[in-house]
Each structure stands twice: as structure tokens, then as C-alpha cells.
């Protein structure tokens, strides 16, 4: 594993996590799933540590928190990038599945795992394996809203993210227990939902019975999101079709 | 630097950060800072990985949450250790400058940063210092209560912290922005209150001007922590001397 600035940072409220990685040498960076709260943390850290951030991304249009990619782009280099599914406007780059994004040395690939919303994106660096809400630790992602399908949720964690090899560290979109890190050998072993000895049944049914009350914020999130965080933008009629 | 297990868990009402570590092989581990609200989180965990907790740490004697180390022993192995000029009564180790502990094939060290309680440890183990309330991520701890002390802090952290590597990786006790480590070098740069252009006049004046309220559970805290965490024990009067 090459060395690389990483932080991984947090967001109490919806209890979400924000990650900077950047490249020693040439400086570049890439901060995956900022918060709009968080971005004037998040720019100071970035200067402190004097990264030229390269890419912004999100692994998926979020229904519980607002994207701090828009405000995070007007202040510095960054490029949007998002899931060519997620129909998300404002981006500058839209992802497919098995793409790859550069920054200094290092190589980020995307990694298609829907499920939890239609458009979810993995993103794969040396070893780390950045899940959004897909996978969890210890749990996944909601399946009852955006498109969200237990099926290809099941098929995504199973078929693609535990096949990674054991060792790979899973790194969240949100823990609600402060647990940081896991890896996929953990996941397969002890996720109550998607454990080796569970089968698809098993999943469709504890996610069917989950009863969970909708995100606070969603009827203002997923508009947000859907225009990477713009929350300026007036023309908000035609980029909804994938908030419910 | 050897591989071993490592996880950063969070507390979110108090913020604190509690650090699990273990060896590979031997599966034996240690945690640092258990909080009590946490216990069946961390003794899951530990379940899990099929670790052998050998040390219970406490950085210091807290004042805002009560530790987990009592009812962590009561459930594993785990040996309590403390400080020994903490004063603390139930540890089953008493810590001084320097001293090592051993789990499996890992080494730790302790470090007396006093300061911002007059018995503070700080803890090494293969590049990563562990700073309690000593040093904190552009913070410090305070100094005034517990024998707290400005003076004291300072030397410690810029005599004995910043002595260490710039490559050294800082893992506080708390955050209360949402980072999750630093570095030594960062902290020598970016720390408002100790960077390296700051005096001990500088220092002391910051701390003096602070003006924040007590913690709200100091005095449930303190007194329990005295203890290790035995919030059952009837002999309260005579350890709490350390409170105030």
C-alpha cells in the first residue's frame, strides 16, 4: 500500500463521514461525501495541509444531510463527480462502473453498488474500500425510498464489495455507534444483515421489516443533492423526479 | 511500523474517543479510554475479533464521562492501569514516566504529559501517540481543575510531545469538530494554542482567557473515575480528594 494523507472526518448531527485523501508528493487530493455544514472545517484543513483538491465526490445523492460539493467547488479546484445514474445536475464528471480518477500517485475506482439508492457508487484506493450507504458496519444502507431495491442491495454487498479480498478496510458513510473502520472479512463474518451464512431472503426480509421513519431533511436534501448542493438555484422543478 | 489491529471508536455526547489495539497473533489487545455508556459496544467488538484484552489504560482521570474500566475487567482479562500519581484506588497497574507494557508483539510506553490534570499519560505504540487531554487536534486540554496546570501542559507537550517524529500521528481523547488524528507535525504548525512560533506566555494567556463552564458531570465523574469506574463502592469519601 502506497502512503497517503488520510482523514477521515466526522459530522455529529447525521452522524456522517467526510474523507480527505490526498497524494504527499504532488499534493493533489480528493475528499469523498462533505457535508454543507462542515465546509469551512474542511477547507481549513485542506489549506493547513496544502492539498490542491482535484475531485469532489459523492457516493450518492443523500437523503438525510445536504452535500457540501457545490459550496466546496467555488473555493477551490475541484471537480464534481457522481454517478452517471444518479441524473444529478451540476457535476462536472459523471461516473460509470469500473471508472478510474487519478490524483498524484494514486488511483480511485468507482465501483457500481446500488441498492440503497439506484445511482450508489463505491469508491475503491489501495486497500480502502469507501461504501457511502451501502455497506456499513454492521448494517447497510435503507432500501425503502430513492429507488432503493434489498435485491440489488444484497447483489451489490454480496457479488462485488465481498469480493474484495478479506483484508480490504471498509470506510462508511455513517456510523451511529462511533465505530470508524471495518473490513470486508469482518462485514462477511459478523454484519447481521449480510453475513455469509444470511441469504437474499434473509436480507429482503429484515429489510422489509425495519419500519424506519424517513430522514428529516429528505424533502430538502435529495432537491439539494440533486444539483450537488446548490442550494441557490432556482430551477429546482425539473430535478426532483428522484427525490421520492 | 508492524501491522496490528486498530479502531478508533467515538462517543458522541462527550466526544470522546476510545482506542482499541491489538496483535495479530497473539490476539492479544488493549483498549485506551473505555467509557461506561460504551462498554457492551467494546466488549462486542472484542468478542468479535477474538481479542484477549491484557490492559484496561486510562490517560487520565476524566472529568466530563466515567470510564468503562471497571465493568470491562469484570468481563475479560483486562488489567486496569493508571497513572500512579493519579492517586486512583481499584487499578491493578501504576503507571510512571517511561514504563512499558507489552500485549503480544507490541510494545507501548508511557509518557507522563501532566498538565491538564497534574497526572496525565500519554501512550506510544509504534508511531502513534495516544494524548489523553494533553494535546488535542488545534487544542489542548484545559487547566483549570484537577491540579491543572499551563505551565505544566506546555512543557509537556512541546518538551516531550513534539519531541516525538513530525511523523508521529496524534490520536486525541476528544474532538469536538469531527477529526479523528493528527500528526506532530501538523499540531507544531496549525495548533493555535502550542505551534511553535507561540511562547509559554503565549500559551498561558490563551488558557487564562478560556473562561468555559465546569463539565457538566465533573462531580459525578471524578469521583468514579477515582475508582476506575466502580460506581457501586460506598467508600467515596476518601478519593475524592483529586476532585476539585
Known amino acids: 500500500m502506497k502512503t497517503f494523507i488520510f482523514h477521515q472526518l466526522f459530522e455529529k448531527e447525521t452522524s456522517t463521514y467526510t474523507?480527505?485523501?490526498?497524494?504527499?508528493?504532488?499534493?493533489?487530493?480528493?475528499?469523498?461525501?462533505?457535508?454543507?455544514?462542515?465546509?469551512?472545517?474542511?477547507?481549513?484543513?485542506i489549506h493547513e495541509l496544502d492539498l490542491n483538491l482535484k475531485y469532489i465526490l459523492e457516493t450518492h445523492v443523500h437523503a438525510d444531510h445536504i452535500t457540501?460539493?457545490?459550496?466546496?467547488?467555488?473555493?477551490?479546484?475541484?471537480?464534481?463527480?457522481?454517478?452517471?445514474?444518479?441524473?444529478?445536475?451540476?457535476?462536472?464528471?459523471?461516473?460509470?462502473?469500473?471508472?478510474?480518477?487519478t490524483f498524484g500517485n494514486i488511483t480511485l475506482k468507482a465501483l457500481a453498488t446500488p441498492g440503497h439508492t439506484h445511482s450508489c457508487m463505491s469508491y475503491y484506493i489501495e486497500g480502502l474500500l469507501f461504501t457511502g450507504d451501502a455497506l456499513l458496519i454492521r448494517g447497510t444502507g435503507r432500501t425503502d425510498f430513492q429507488q432503493g431495491n434489498s435485491k440489488t442491495l444484497f447483489a451489490s454487498i454480496?457479488?462485488?464489495?465481498f469480493n474484495l479480498p478479506d483484508e480490504t478496510l471498509i470506510y462508511p458513510g455513517h456510523d451511529y455507534k462511533g465505530h470508524t473502520s471495518s473490513s470486508v472479512a469482518?462485514?462477511?463474518?459478523?454484519?447481521?444483515?449480510?453475513?455469509?451464512?444470511?441469504?437474499?431472503?434473509?436480507?429482503?426480509?429484515?429489510?422489509s421489516h425495519l419500519k424506519l421513519d424517513?430522514?428529516?431533511?429528505?424533502?430538502?436534501?435529495?432537491?439539494?443533492?440533486?444539483?450537488?448542493?446548490?442550494?441557490h438555484s432556482s430551477n429546482s422543478n425539473q430535478d426532483t423526479n428522484n427525490g421520492q
Do not use: W
Not at 69 to 96: C, F, H, M, R, V
Not at 158 to 161: A, D, G, L, Y
Not at 186 to 207: A, L
Open 68 to 101: 457540501g460539493a457545490y459550496n466546496l467547488k467555488q473555493k477551490t479546484q475541484g471537480q464534481i463527480a457522481i454517478s452517471k445514474n444518479s441524473g444529478a445536475i451540476g457535476a462536472d464528471i459523471y461516473l460509470e462502473d469500473n471508472d478510474q480518477l
Open 158 to 161: 454480496r457479488n462485488k464489495i
Open 19 to 45: 474523507y480527505l485523501i490526498g497524494d504527499p508528493k504532488s499534493k493533489q487530493a480528493i475528499i469523498i461525501d462533505p457535508t454543507i455544514d462542515m465546509v469551512s472545517r474542511d477547507l481549513q484543513l
Open 214 to 231: 424517513h430522514p428529516k431533511r429528505i424533502n430538502e436534501a435529495v432537491p439539494a443533492n440533486m444539483r450537488c448542493g446548490n442550494i
Open 186 to 207: 469482518q462485514e462477511k463474518r459478523h454484519n447481521p444483515r449480510v453475513k455469509m451464512q444470511n441469504t437474499e431472503d434473509d436480507f429482503i426480509s429484515i429489510m
